[in-house]
Every structure is written in C-alpha cells, then in structure tokens.
C-alpha cells in the first residue's frame, strides 16, 4: 500500500461486527494500527468477525479523542454530509483527493470514522486537519463505517504513490500560524463573527496544499512582523 504510517480509529463503536471487520481491513490492507475510541462491548465479541484479523483486533489501542490527535501529524475525519460554503469545517475531500495527499506525505496519519449513529459532530470535524466524504448516486449517503473504510482504503491502495514525500509541519506550528492569522484579522478590524469561518478556510488552505517547513515559518514570520507593527501603532 505504500502507507506504513496509516491507522484507523473510530469513535464509539457500538457493534461488535462493525469493529471485527475493521481490523479484517487494517490486515487487508497493512496499515499500522486499529484505535477505538470509547468502545460500548468487550472486545473479545468482535472477534468472530475479524477472520485473520483477529491478531489487529487483540493488539488494538484503546485512546481517547485527545490522544489521537496529539499521536498524530494528521487527523482526517470522515462525513456523509460534506459542508458547503456555509459549513467550512465540512468541506470534503473526494477520496481520490485525499487518497494523494496522504501518500504526499512522510508523517503519520489516522483516518478517523464516526459514530454508527450520528457519525461525526461538526465540534470533532473541526479538529480534523481534513475531512473525507464517498459521494452516492442517491439523497440517501450514509454508509456503514466498514463499507466506507473498505472504500477509502481500496482508493488509497490503487493511487500511485509520489516519488518525493513531505514531511508534515508540526500541528503546534500549524496551530500558532492559524492563532496568528486570527490575531491579525482581528487587530485589522476583521468582522468578529466572521473569524471562526476565516480560521476554518486558512486551516483547509494550508492542510491541503501540504506546505513545507520552510513555507509556514515564512508566513508566520510575516504575521508576526504585521502584529506587531499594528500593535506599535496603536
């Protein structure tokens, strides 16, 4: 699969067959780990359905939310209901689009699936770094979590892996170029309750085009020089 730094988590699991065929799909497909998140059962009941994955399932890490994003570059979470210009923590990704650009990259990676029942909430997509959505040919896109991991996964699997990889910037340097992008807007007279939807679209901007290091330190640096001077003049 060429992705030795990919896992799956999913959040509060409610069915046992959902869980066992998710780690039959971490040993499909060679990723690095299966997370669960809050599971409701004891594990031991999905396995007859994990098959030869039984050996994922038993090694599965038990996280919580929090620890999933600190042990991770990249969080992306998954939806049936992409946003459109008025919900940016929402706008999706097709997984052709991000099947690229988590093989861009050298980091490590977490695909992150929802609840059975609600899936994600808007709160939890918006700590994601990217969010993907399988579009259907009907109204009716909800998927089951396995069917819509298989799906990923097969895309990610047939998409031909770059030959240079990036590194992926540090999510505490990506938070303080978003913290200062907000600062800035502020300080410059910004509309107030436009800053949550602005900090939203610079997140989309810089986690799609998977800058460098090197790229986010010089915005940064100008951000900061543009604060500073504003705060001088004040």
């Known amino acids: ?139 009716y896109r909800t998927l089951n979590i396995s069917h819509a991991a298989a799906i990923i996964l097969y895309i990610i699997s047939i998409t031909s892996s770059p030959k240079v990889k990036k590194a992926e910037v540090p999510r505490s340097m990506r938070t303080l170029l978003l913290n200062s992008a907000l600062e800035l807007a502020d300080l410059s007279g910004f509309p107030k309750h436009k800053l949550q939807m602005l900090r939203n679209a610079i997140k989309m901007l810089v986690n799609r085009s998977h800058p460098t290091y090197r790229e986010v330190s010089l915005i940064l640096g100008l951000f900061r020089k543009a604060i500073l001077a504003l705060h001088r003049q004040g």
């Open 1 to 139: 699969m060429g992705v030795r730094k990919l896992s799956l988590a999913v959040v509060e699991p409610t069915y046992a067959v959902n869980v066992g065929h998710l780690a039959r799909l971490v040993k499909n497909f060679g990723l690095q780990s299966l997370i669960l998140i809050g599971p409701s059962f004891n594990l031991d009941e999905a396995l007859p359905y994990a098959s030869r994955g039984a050996d994922v399932l038993r090694a599965a890490k038990v996280m919580s939310l929090k620890e999933v994003f600190e042990s991770f570059d990249l969080v992306i979470g998954t939806t049936s209901i992409p946003g459109g210009s008025r919900n940016i923590r929402r706008s999706a990704l097709s997984p052709e689009a991000a099947a690229k650009r988590i093989l861009q990259s050298k980091g490590s990676i977490c695909i992150l699936l929802g609840r059975e029942t609600i899936g994600l909430t808007n709160e939890e997509l918006e700590l994601c770094d990217l969010v993907i959505s399988i579009p259907t040919s009907t109204a």
